[in-house]
């Protein structure tokens, strides 16, 4: 196949009339489909089913003996520390376990960020300004917080080995105004990226303008591993951060939402020791405690972290032949035509699309108007707002094979139809 | 036995070295008791444990046959909200159930209210000053996180029909400084006060100065009877301020802390359609959902509110007694004494007890040297200040029978011990 741009007027005309047919019959298919969410699928969801009767009847008490029936315990039970700990590489003392969703622990350390301040600096809602570094293409969640709080987005370009770390050094090291970044340093959403050692080293070495700037450090896919016998680490940033003397310039997040079920797992968040004690201060206002009879369902069914790698390797089974099945129809249907750019992740729940600038928007477009549901245009980008228009995220894990073959199908001929009807209309 | 007051100066002065040495004596007994926390006790926690396995392997979808071990479902599985809903006399559609913490619903709905506003109202962090009234004695923990976000709190008496609401409705109707008011309308925290009919209408038919006035309603014992023969009941809240012409005036909250386990259970909050849908609109922010899994537990394993009450019988067969023998010892020994007042409840987790002014600290501390640690004096005011010194809450559910019997009779010689000082000083 010619590259698109080679090929002349007339033979993108014709080449037009052929797309058109072809997306055409698409639409007779009636499809329904759904590509837009980083959902596990239902075969993966199976692989857990047993913990909802891990525990008996009688299995409450915590191996320091404790009844986590009742109230008590705010900041997790020990054994639950250990577990989200080891996942994040965290000592228990650096480490909360919370409720069951890690955005809303980002969430509520925005809020309290903005409202109470940060071990003593100035409440950001005092401030007229506050900024926050948004590597992109990213996850539209963490933006939607930002967002919520007024709190100004940087975009900061992304290459292989994490966001521009120059760019990063500049405004943080310089711009008092500046906060935070969003990082998801291990198989970024939706790039699948991995931060080099480089990158997070230099991320521990940055010397802040402001004092309360904070690195948002979400290691939402710490184990999530596609292919795990290829060996993915990366520095532990505690660690990185202490040495470099910037102990408390950072949270971590994480959680179990994509290994045990969504919704019913537990999430966690580690830092400095006096990072924690401010937030568990500051929790002690809030509640009572989270529910740790979760917590010891979840410690009872993986005892250990090489549990949930070994449980993740049976979910990396699943999701494999979905991501192999997706690149491989854009390697085979694309790679020769010149019109976009894919990445090839080792894990994570996505991959990240670039399609000729101009063309993401309507090509998601096309793609709803046929019955196949992509993540909207530009939601990988601060605001809602990508300004190639060129990012698409797509999701490969939730529907079955062959709906993704289908799905994957009619993307592509999007693609080409609106590559094409923009090189004609140049 | 005469009132103190009526004893001469010689009957106190060897009353009081009688009192001296009983205390000795219980000193030398190194008893290491706790009256301070309204948690249930173990016989009742053992009265849920069958929730532990009431989900099998494979009973994850709900009643619209969603499977609930995915994402998705922001604000509750129907059957969750039918339940947490007739809990509060809501309908589903007003009702979103959370977490496992109606005091994480609180404290974010005030953070919410303080950053975001209310309905297009200005936040409270913009304004120059925002003031709560808080009816005392009442829950610490309100107080707390009132405290927290630097509102000024206003205390206001309660009697035996709930707030003096000639002071609540000068206020709230006269002060657009004034946003909210914490209530416990049913066995309140810690007076076991049920509002009255009356208490409850004048509320509803409140005319607010401020149109981001709420009453913060929390229902945390709506169905928790001591003696469930006895028919206690209060209006429905969002009915009434509906009927009043002020539908969006209430925030309403429940839990099943104490009808489940502590920190396993489930909490909801009812309100009007317009502010659930602004609750809802701030959620999609903050969170993709919460444990579905647990909400099908528990509508699983109680099936409805019948189911819930059923069940709290039997917790009120435990806790029953408990009451009894404290309020039968109290009775006894400093009824004729004329030197406290206290509350017999018909529900709820407390009795609140008043001695003589400038007598509650001494006598907590008095218990603790001894042992046995109360909930701390002035606990139940703003700021941890109670002008009278004079509250104490009990907190008699927790220990078994016998522990309270012991605790109550050393705190009876304290309450004694520290009256006859006070009249010797005087």
């Known amino acids: 196949m010619k590259a698109y741009q080679e090929l002349s007027r007339e033979e993108l005309i014709s080449l037009h009339e052929e797309l058109l047919k072809e997306y055409d019959a698409w ?14 699928s239902s075969a993966q969801l199976d692989l857990t089913n047993d913990i909802m009767t891990v525990l008996g009847h009688d299995d409450y008490y915590s191996e320091d003996g404790t009844d986590l029936r009742n109230y008590g315990i705010l900041d997790g039970i020990c054994e639950a ?8 590489d965290a000592k228990p003392s650096q480490t909360i376990v919370f409720g069951n969703s890690s955005l809303k622990i980002m969430f509520d350390t925005v809020s309290q ?17 506050v900024k926050f ?9 963490h933006f939607g917080i930002t967002a919520q709080f007024g709190i100004e987005m940087i975009p900061i370009p992304m290459d292989e080995n ?19 970044i969003w990082c998801v340093p291990k198989y970024s959403n939706p790039t699948g990226i991995v931060y080099s050692e480089e990158t997070v ?39 990185e951060c202490e040495k470099a003397g910037n102990p408390d310039m950072v949270y971590q997040f994480a959680s179990t939402s994509k290994i045990t079920f969504p919704g019913a797992g537990i999430a966690a968040m580690s830092a400095s020791e006096a990072n924690i004690e401010e937030v568990k201060y500051r929790l002690s206002w809030q509640t009572i405690g989270y529910d740790k009879i979760n917590e010891l369902r979840h410690v009872r069914y993986f005892k250990n972290v090489e549990g949930l790698s070994t449980h993740l390797k049976k979910h990396a089974d699943i999701m494999r032949p979905k991501f192999q099945a997706t690149l491989e129809m854009l390697d085979k249907e694309l790679s020769d035509l010149k019109i976009a750019r894919w990445t090839n992740p080792l894990g994570g729940y996505f991959i990240s699309f670039d399609a000729m600038e101009g063309c993401a928007k309507k090509i998601v477009a096309k793609c709803k108007e046929a019955g196949v549901t992509m993540t909207e245009a530009g939601a990988t980008f601060p605001y809602g707002v990508d300004p190639k228009d060129s990012n698409i995220r797509i999701a490969p894990t939730f529907p079955p094979l ?25």
Chains 1, 2 share one sequence.
């Open 81 to 88: 520390k250990k577990l989200m700990g080891d996942v994040m």
């Open 201 to 239: 080293k230099r991320f521990a070495a940055l010397k802040p303008a402001a004092k309360d700037f904070r690195i948002f450090w979400d290691n939402a896919y710490a184990l999530h591993h596609l292919y795990p016998d290829i060996d993915v680490d990366i520095p532990n940033i505690l660690e």
């Open 162 to 180: 994490g966001p521009d770390m120059d760019l990063v050094e500049e405004y943080v090291n310089n711009d008092e105004t500046v906060k935070g």
């Open 402 to 426: 062959d709906e993704i073959v289908t799905a994957v199908s009619l993307f592509i001929t999007c693609v080409k139809l609106v590559s094409v009807e923009k090189l004609l209309e140049e």
């Open 133 to 141: 570094l948004c590597p992109v293409p990213g996850y539209d969640r």
């Open 27 to 40: 639409k007779e298919k009636d499809l329904t489909l759904n590509m837009a969410r980083g959902k596990p």
């Open 113 to 129: 960020a903005y409202t109470f301040g940060i071990l003593g600096s100035t409440p950001w809602c005092k401030l007229d300004k």
